[in-house]
């Protein structure tokens, strides 16, 4: 099985990108399943459900997300309708929405579960705790878990923690591509952070002026996605056999001078 993990899509110019980039990505790599983060597609802060159908139509199979899932104020509402979605399944008990999904393809089940980390992030419960939680209930096919973190030491640490019981871990959040993919000794394919898609003169898909004042001064300043200039698509391909080991893998970072 084929399957490709795009890194988080930044509003409008993140949907370009994917857009401009993903056919070709497509005609060369064959995915046969699609993921891809979207807690920043709806103009770099959440999701909508006319967005979640945009990715549909492209074929876009599993849907993760993170901290920026309720930015929309939408979502609480339209979750339950968004099937292919999932939100980090070790939120506090009681939200709306699905933490892990297993969907059929090619007569192989193929879950992937959404986390999201603990360290310089928002409130949820313990990550590792819940991965055993979830496993306890998901016993075939192959296992890939989207870890949503801002730190690297915390999805190292979780790497190691399912190496051997999950096929992959896939980081999100950063919006920065790690190149650090490899599969860990016990047979789990890992990689920090996948990176995102959006414009690659920005500051992890903004326009450059806000952050900066934000940093220098400390005033409150709003962001907004960057529309102008090159575009950049950040994804991991990989395949694996029917014994769900890992036979090939590329981290992609494809720029519109590329
Ligand atoms: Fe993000
Ligand atoms: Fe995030």
């Known amino acids: 099985m ?6 988080d899509i930044i509003g409008r ?19 046969d399943i699609i993921v891809a983060n979207v807690e920043n597609a709806s103009g770099g802060f959440g999701i909508t459900y ?22 929309n104020r939408e979502t609480e509402g339209s979750i339950v309708k968004m099937d292919n979605l999932i939100r980090p399944a070790n939120l ?5 929405g699905n933490g892990f999904i297993t969907i059929e393809k090619n007569g192989q089940e193929f879950t992937v579960i959404n986390l999201i980390g603990r360290v310089f992030m928002g409130l949820s419960d313990c990550p590792f705790r819940k991965f055993d939680k979830i496993k306890e209930q ?30 992959a871990v896939v980081g999100t959040h950063t919006h920065v591509q790690t190149s650090d993919e490899r ?37 409150p300043r709003k962001f907004e996605v960057e529309k102008r200039g090159e575009l950049m698509f950040n994804a991991l391909f ?7 080991e ?12 590329d």
């Open 238 to 244: 990989f395949e694996y056999n029917d014994n769900s």
């Open 92 to 96: 506090p008990e009681g939200v709306p």
């Open 2 to 7: 084929r399957i490709l993990h795009i890194g």
């Open 138 to 167: 998901v016993n075939d096919g192959f296992i890939m878990v989207d870890f949503h973190g801002e730190a690297t030491s915390e999805k190292n640490a979780f790497g190691y923690y399912v190496d051997g019981k999950v096929g």
């Open 50 to 71: 006319a967005i979640y159908e945009e990715f549909r139509r492209l074929d876009v199979d599993i849907m993760t997300t993170g901290n920026h899932i309720w930015d």
């Open 183 to 219: 599969v860990l000794p016990k047979g789990t394919l890992f990689q920090t952070d996948v990176g995102m898609c959006g414009a690659l003169n920005s500051v992890i898909g903004m326009e450059k002026e806000a952050p900066i004042e934000r940093f220098m001064k400390g005033m």
């Open 13 to 31: 110019t993140g949907r370009k990108a994917v857009t401009t980039f993903l056919p070709k990505v497509r005609q060369e790599f064959m995915p």
């Open 246 to 257: 890992i036979t090939d893998f590329k981290r992609l970072s494809i720029t519109s001078g």
